[in-house]
């Protein structure tokens, strides 16, 4: 079997705690709405605000005409509701870390949205390249266009490159890419499972 020479990880529910719940609760507390009436709005526009369909401002627009929220809104309200839910999962990270030093390359795929990147320019995601994000790329996970897009850039052979994400489709995806897969669960069982790539540093 071909040498791990590229570990892609997922950003919510793997490098930081899922921020969805959160970023709803403050999104509809600002917005004066129910939680069902702002659930669904999000359920029918988050994939076009993913992947790049629309922007932040279209995306209210929408929320508005589907749930009748009124009042002014901040500049981004999406980056302020990512900040108020952000969490990041430091034993996660530090695995992360631990391989970039042992030479495996590191690098993020994720479905997000263009409002919250700000927060990947911090000092922590140094160690991420590439960043492949869903609404630069215009596609999501599980489809095959994002995994085709993460192959090219990363230039290795798909047996080469391990994706680590939380939802067992997105894995399945990568696996039919040829790509190699582990469903997270927690930085312990990530840390056992890579236990022959840490510590080659």
Known sequence: MSEIKAAIFDWGGVLIENPTEGILQYCREVLGIGAGCMLAAYRKLIPYLQEGKITEEEFWKGVR?????????????????????????????????????????????????????????????RIFDPIVLSWEVGASKPQRRIFEVLVETLALPPSEILLIDDVEANIRAAREMGLRGHVFTDAQALRKSLAGLLGKG
């Open 65 to 125: 005409r589907r749930t009748g929220a009124k009042g002014e809104l901040p500049a981004s309200l999406w980056f302020e509701a990512f900040e108020q839910s952000y969490v990041e999962k430091a034993d996660v990270f530090a695995v992360a870390l631990e391989l970039h030093a042992s030479g495996c390359r590191t690098g993020m795929l994720s479905n997000t949205e263009k409002p919250a990147w700000p927060i990947m320019a911090r000092e922590p995601y």
